[in-house]
């Protein structure tokens, strides 16, 4: 059974860092693209990154972009999401999912149960 777990999330002061994780169980995560994702309250969900299974592209949405990493760490069966220079705005619930698609056409069937981000002084 395939299982996505995250951690890492919490409290931060804006201008802060977070490093969250997304760890696997039951499949071999460097087969699979993995996505982050949030959702603050009353907002729809927003892909925030993708790393690709075929060559490990990544992809970020512009708002994230300079300030967020995600890497892969595939002797952990883990992705991690480096986050830098945090801002209020990127409060909200972090998942992450996984594809068997490349990045730019993955279809995200399994998913994590999320974990918080809350920045705020």
């Known amino acids: 059974q395939l299982q996505l777990v995250e951690s890492g999330g919490g409290l931060v002061q804006p201008g802060g860092s977070l490093r969250l994780s997304c760890a696997a169980s039951?499949?071999?995560?460097?087969?699979?693209?993995i996505g982050w994702f949030r959702q603050a309250p009353g907002k729809e969900r927003e892909g925030v990154s993708c790393?690709?299974?075929?060559?490990?592209?990544?992809y970020y949405v512009d708002s994230v972009k300079g300030r967020f990493t995600i890497s892969r760490d595939n002797a952990k069966n883990t992705v991690y999401l480096h986050m830098n220079s945090l801002k209020p705005e990127d409060t909200a619930v972090y998942y992450c999912?996984?594809?068997?698609?490349?990045?730019?056409?993955?279809?995200?069937?399994?998913w994590g149960q999320g974990t918080q981000v809350t920045v705020s002084s």
């Open positions: 999912a996984a594809s068997s698609s490349p990045c730019q056409r993955a279809d995200f069937g399994s």
């Open positions: 039951g499949f071999t995560l460097d087969y699979y693209s």
């Open positions: 790393i690709s299974s075929s060559d490990g592209s990544t």
